[in-house]
């Protein structure tokens, strides 16, 4: 479905950029006062060459990475980016209106510019704060820090039965086919500088490496959308350690849960 769609988009961007570059082409010809139908074809071949080439790069994969990363978002980050744009593009609508009345072309820029800059530092200071959601939506709340852990003098400990999941047994894939067995009834834990692990390895260059990210995402999208075993990822990190391997046995040796891996060494 996703390769026919693709392909669909390819060949309309190889239409508009045919005319597009068309249109150039005739234009730069009158400019010249060169043949215009040379100079038209030539630039329609490349609109045509371009679009194919091009259109998936702009269209197709943008928002299949957009799908993945908001499939394995913490919920308080997703929430703190929404509210982030909404306030943000409040705020740029106040200064439309005095905007909108200077002289052109800076009303036609400024407006817009003012938009995007509201919107970033909005985001940026939302997602700063995003742990402050949780005490906000209580169904946010997800495990204390590892400095809140360890001051939490309460008997219950919300990680007594958590496995930790690691970067090699997420891109493997058959978790989720273990979780629906019923053979695994702990909650999957998943720290945040795994995912970014995982998020760092799907934009390698190298194929196969890249492939093996974007599986490790599809995987976790999979096991928060089907898994009947609730799946928590969480901000809990070890500053001390510098590789994830070596935060993940730390942050295990804390919560004195299990770690769950393929990694043999």
């Given at each position: ?222 096991l928060r959308n089907e898994a009947p075993v609730p799946i928590k990822i969480t901000d809990m990190d070890v500053t001390e350690v510098k590789d994830a391997d070596s935060k993940l046995v730390a942050l295990a040796r804390h919560l004195k849960c299990p770690i769950m891996t393929n990694d043999y060494n």
């Amino acid at each position: 479905m996703n390769l026919s769609i693709e392909f669909f988009l390819r060949l309309a961007g190889a239409f508009v950029g045919a005319i597009i570059l068309g249109f150039a082409g005739n234009t730069v010809a009158k400019l010249l006062q060169a043949p215009i139908i040379a100079y038209t074809s030539i630039f329609s071949l490349l609109g045509v060459l371009g679009g194919l080439i091009l259109t998936p790069y702009f269209t197709v994969r943008p928002v299949r990475r957009l799908r993945q990363n908001i499939a394995v978002m913490p919920a308080e980050r997703l929430l703190a980016i929404i509210v982030g744009i909404f306030l943000g593009l409040i705020a740029a609508a106040l200064f439309a209106l005095p905007l909108s009345l200077l002289p052109p072309p800076f009303r036609q820029i400024l407006p817009i510019l003012t938009a995007f800059f509201f919107c970033y530092v909005s985001v940026v200071l939302f997602t700063m704060r995003q742990n402050d959601l949780r005490g906000i939506l209580p169904s946010m709340r997800t495990a204390p820090t590892t400095a809140q852990a360890a001051n939490n003098g309460s008997d219950h400990d919300p990680f007594a039965d958590a496995v930790l999941l690691d970067t090699s047994v997420i891109i493997d894939g058959r978790i989720t086919d273990i979780s629906k067995t019923g053979f695994i009834r702990s909650t999957l834990l998943v720290p945040n500088f795994i995912l970014l692990e995982l998020q760092h390895i799907a934009d390698s260059s190298d194929t196969l490496r890249r492939n093996r990210g974007r599986r490790g995402l599809d995987v976790l999208g999979i096991l928060r959308n089907e898994a009947p075993v609730p799946i928590k990822i969480t901000d809990m990190d070890v500053t001390e350690v510098k590789d994830a391997d070596s935060k993940l046995v730390a942050l295990a040796r804390h919560l004195k849960c299990p770690i769950m891996t393929n990694d043999y060494n």
